[in-house]
């Protein structure tokens, strides 16, 4: 037997670590700060891809690729921008052989590069929107790496628009939140609160950053996802301009957005248990694991026969894998794919061959209450409808458990309390020094002010300073 | 009018920097070397992708994705490899605002990390094979860059796998080549050679390096994809071992196989005319573009609803653009698809509306020759059937063209000429010094050893030395 995982409760961070790893999904390497991304890691990032990019593609943004290396003197070209990533950078001084006369930096996005060659493709009002995105590799150095959640290297997509209105840049801005939104929620089931960055926690260089939050297991706040409408920040520092209709020269109005292999990281953190990872359906690189049962010789052949028939009724519909590995007991197996967190098992023994039937076992509900018996014939229908069960089933219990450590508290004892335990909703004067006094006395953030949130009635006093309040935030730990 | 574009009978590299710039595949940017691919030769390599992909994954392989930074010393490991690349690496001296111990290289082939991380995955013959490819960026320093052909930073796809046994590892190397072939014929519509790569030719650090060689539309010949047995030369310096059945420990044997964005020049070049690009029809982002036609605004309404009704039998089986601009005249729209090579133009105006019928045109059959007429019902049947054609005709086109131009030189004066010309096909006595001799003189390198040549028959003398032949050369001026 493999040595037992430690328990989320005892030590989650230590519990994230070793799934991720036993799992398979990344590993560590000796470049510091950089992780591999091992194949069933990548497989669901592909898949994770795959939603995102046809939701991109069906509001109107086409994908391109721009260069890794951004010249020194662009990403000080934003003073914001600048001084928001200067620590995190990594620099190229040497090229061919030869040290260059401008050190290059690596992309840690990739808005002053992109803002520069908007510039000299942007003409007339006919050009816009122009509506881009990049799945690429970015690099911001950490000094404390955690697998996925925040690797010096990542993959991420950066969707860049140029539009020839404020208004519209807004609109983008909030519509790409919605897509991230309608993602998390439908596909990885984790749901997201949307909201409005206060101005210490907003991106360096936009007018008004949105991202959305989660709620992991351990109760800490991760943000999911960004999006940025930068106003005429950029179009300004890198002369991104228009002809208009009446032929007057006007700035552009710029948004940016990005979600990052940090979600394969959510998923875990939502969903996994104990026994290890629990994948949402939509997501799981293998939907369905199928496993055959023998123990004599003699019951092999018919038990592999009828687990491939199985298999070939399902074949094409759901992702599938036969474990048929001789090497491995089904016992053993049973772990590893509950490890793995492969939504659907099903089991195949001489008991099934003979009654023309398959024994199903739901990796969200342990033990005997997860299991049932279907007959082959309707297999597909059955295990189709389990897999939408089960999505349907891992967002609810998130949703409950979110709902359970979400606090409304009165008066600072109880926001304390609250940020012990979750998310505290609670009234704040809008003040940068108090958002700082806050996290440094109970390291809870602003995450956001949450968009859906009911306005304040009047008369609320912040929380911490007893002045009157301007907004409801959304204070936790987070990552 | 738009500027006419240079003729490739004029200035065939000129014609194609035109041609990419001006068909929007890509552009250049303020880093030197770097290029921007943009949505059009983006939604390309897309397709490219797509298409190797699936092969892949059907031959057993899954992707991963391996850090961008690799050690400086890995490089240094294996002596042939790091002779082979210092010259052209990118070096991050820099990370995080500090002076970095070890500098890292950007990645210029991922054959060092990977080695590393292999030799700690692989414990067993189990573990064997182990196939991995991984989509990513690399980095090579370039002094003359040409867009797509020859960049600092490209895109590309690296497998690199592992097996129990030398046998193993050539057999990979040839289905991986043999891959790459099958996509070039079948896909991008462009005859290969298979062929191995000479001693000086091939990757550094490989026991065989397998190549696939086509003839551009300026005669010069472009290697397109390579396949390498690293034999044990990998496992070696990096400690890539399993044990065997018998329990005994053993080196791995490793293979490397790769294909760029280089891709997309081939297409470009391969079967471009002086009026654009032509996109073969499996791999065009837009296969079909339907251009309404009206002189009088009374028409308008009509032809629209027409053009949409027409779009709306093809939608979803065949990638498909209704140009329905206003700000542009139909003349204005038929170059700038032509320039853009979509492989097929319906175009649709008052008499197609009276009579339920579209006009086709043939991007690759100039002029009334490549236009006829077809009724709606049966439209979709009669476009499918347009697009497999041109499909199968730009193949044998160009194949017809590299076999116009390879020939069989009989002495050294009939060499010469013959590479002016194209390919030549010669026997060579194996020797360096000789391949170096004839590139100096002729500027012709030995491309590859053809695998599906002929064999001598003996007695046969070097193309050049006279000495007695060893084998049976491919040579040409290449990119």
């Not at 690797?151 to 897509?179: I, K, N, P, S, Y």
């Amino acid at each position: 037997m493999a040595e037992a995982i430690t328990p989320r409760s005892q030590d989650f961070a230590q519990w994230y670590n070793e799934i991720v790893r036993r799992a398979e999904l990344a590993d560590y390497t000796p470049v510091r700060g950089c992780m591999v991304i091992r194949p069933y890691g990548y497989a669901l990032w592909e898949n994770i891809q795959a939603a995102l990019d046809r939701r991109f593609k069906e509001t109107g943004h086409q994908n391109a690729y721009f260069p890794l290396f951004i010249p020194y003197s662009f990403i000080e070209k934003e003073s914001e921008h600048i001084e928001g990533f200067s620590p995190q950078l990594a620099v190229v001084t040497h090229g061919g052989g030869e040290r260059l006369e401008e050190p290059l930096v690596v992309r840690p996005t990739s808005e002053t590069i992109i803002g520069h060659l908007y510039a000299k493709w942007i003409k007339s009002y006919r050009d816009l929107p122009l509506l881009i995105n990049q799945w690429a590799n970015v690099v911001r150095w950490e000094l404390r790496p955690r697998l996925f959640l925040r690797t010096t290297e990542f993959l991420w997509q950066e969707g860049h628009t140029a539009h020839a209105t404020a208004e519209e840049a807004e609109e983008e801005a909030r519509r790409m939140l919605d897509v991230y939104a309608d993602f998390a929620e439908k596909e990885a089931a984790i749901p997201v609160i949307k909201g409005r960055k206060s101005e210490s926690e907003k991106f360096p260089g936009a007018v008004h950053s949105y991202t959305i939050e989660a709620m992991m297991g351990d109760r800490k706040a991760l943000q999911m996802g960004t999006s940025h409408n930068l106003g005429q920040n950029f179009s300004r520092a890198f002369g991104i301009r228009y002809l208009d209709r009446n032929n007057r020269l006007q700035y552009c109005w710029t948004t940016s957005w990005g979600v990052s292999t940090r979600l394969v990281g959510a998923v875990v953190m939502v969903h996994g248990d104990d026994q290890g990872l629990i994948l949402p359906p939509r997501l799981a690189p293998i939907q369905v694991v199928i496993v055959p049962i023998y123990k004599e010789e003699g019951e092999r052949a018919a038990v592999l026969d009828f687990a491939h028939r199985v298999a070939g009724l399902l074949q094409g519909r759901v992702r599938l894998r036969v474990d048929d590995r001789d090497e491995y007991t089904a016992g053993w197996k049973f772990n590893e794919w509950e490890l793995r967190g492969v939504p659907l098992r099903i089991e195949v023994g001489p008991r099934e061959v003979a009654g023309e039937e398959a024994m199903l076992a739901r990796r969200d509900v342990p033990g005997q209450a997860g299991k049932w018996t279907l007959p082959v014939e309707g297999l597909l229908e059955g295990v189709s409808r389990a897999l939408e069960d089960i999505q349907e089933s891992l967002f609810k219990r998130a949703l409950r458990f979110r709902e359970e450590h979400t606090h409304r508290p009165e008066g600072w004892e109880e926001f304390v309390a609250a940020v012990e335990d979750g998310f505290a909703l609670a009234p704040w004067c809008g003040d940068a020094g108090c958002e700082k006094a806050i996290q440094e006395e109970t390291k809870a953030t602003n995450r956001c002010l949450p968009l859906e949130a009911e306005p304040l009635s009047g008369g609320e006093r912040c929380v911490r300073c007893g002045r009157p309040a301007q907004e409801l935030a959304l204070f936790s730990r987070a990552y």
